[in-house]
């Protein structure tokens, strides 16, 4: 056996593991998900993404039609735990496929669990964005999570994944100041799958500030579902239907745009390094801890 291919790259500072696996043949089991996300024994990782031929992926219809999607995006949480969707781990896939020489720069498509998703890749861009077509979203109702020993209104927004988004500009609570240690309390009867939750400063009609608490990972960098999320909340309170909103996050800046509950965003994708795990740690890896 040869070590595992392996690349590192990260969209706005959310970091993924990524695993070239064209045939599905990668016994990708939880226990090396949380080995190879942990800082300390592993790479080191908010996620996995792992990089599968659609032809290779036996229940890919339950996932929606494939359409011409040549590509099917397996994403696992730093815990271990299958997740529907990433915007940020999208645009880092693509952008691998494309410096493979598996798709070519421009528009395509990409199956993942939350259905198709079209891509647009452009040659040659300096800062390596990507823009996804991250479908519809839905406003599920109102919700709370308990932060700092407080409770916080928030909307609940449905992006494939499930989200709470609070804003805190009327809360007297200090965004930078939040301790995202600790997990956000949450009404489980209302997620019972878990959620994850994004806490919002409005800076302007069209510039948000925000963090996030991801179920399985804990506070990310940045979250791409969530600054979709965080804009189709912002947007459904202040009555609008419609905007190109920057989300600037600890990682970075994203464009979400959304139109009549369509979105996409626009963000940067780059590669850090590549390599080859070794045979023996990977075959440890597997074992539960």
Not at 15 to 25: C, K, Q, Y
Not at 137 to 153: F, K
Not at 157 to 178: I, K, Q
Not at 243 to 255: C, E, K, Y
Request: proline share 5%; charged share 20%; aromatic share 4%.
């Amino acid at each position: 056996m040869v070590g595992v291919e392996f690349l590192k790259g990260h969209g706005t500072q959310n970091d993924f593991v990524l695993l070239p696996d064209v045939d599905g043949a990668l016994e990708l089991t939880p226990a090396r998900v949380r080995a190879l996300c942990d800082r300390r024994r592993g790479l080191g990782a908010d996620g996995v993404l792992r990089v599968v031929a659609a032809a290779k992926v036996p229940d890919l219809e339950s996932f929606g039609a494939v359409g011409d999607a040549r590509w099917f995006m397996d994403y696992r949480n730093a815990d271990g735990s299958i997740a529907e969707m990433c915007g940020n781990g999208v645009r880092v896939f693509v952008r691998y496929l494309v410096e493979a020489g598996l798709a070519e720069p421009g528009e395509f498509t990409i199956a993942t669990r939350n259905g198709v998703r079209r891509v647009v890749a452009p040659a040659d861009d300096p800062v390596g964005a990507v823009t996804v077509e991250m479908g519809k979203v839905g406003i599920l109702g109102r919700s709370t999570a308990t932060v700092a020993g407080r409770a916080v209104a928030g909307i609940a927004v449905d992006v494939g994944n499930p989200h709470l988004v609070c804003a805190l500009d009327d809360t007297g609570l200090d965004l930078a100041g939040l301790d995202l240690t600790v997990p956000p309390g949450h009404d489980p009867s209302f997620f019972p799958h878990g959620v994850n939750i994004e806490f919002v400063n409005r800076l302007s009609a069209d510039a948000l500030r925000m963090r996030v608490h991801e179920r399985g990972v804990g506070e990310t960098r940045s979250c791409g579902t969530g600054t979709v999320a965080a804009v189709a909340a912002t947007l459904h309170l202040a009555d609008r239907s419609s905007a190109q909103v920057a989300v600037h996050v600890p990682g970075g800046t994203v464009v979400v745009g959304i139109d009549d509950h369509q979105a996409t965003i626009t963000g940067p994708a780059v590669l850090v390094a590549r390599g080859e795990l070794d045979e023996q740690w990977w075959a440890a890896a597997n074992q539960p801890t």
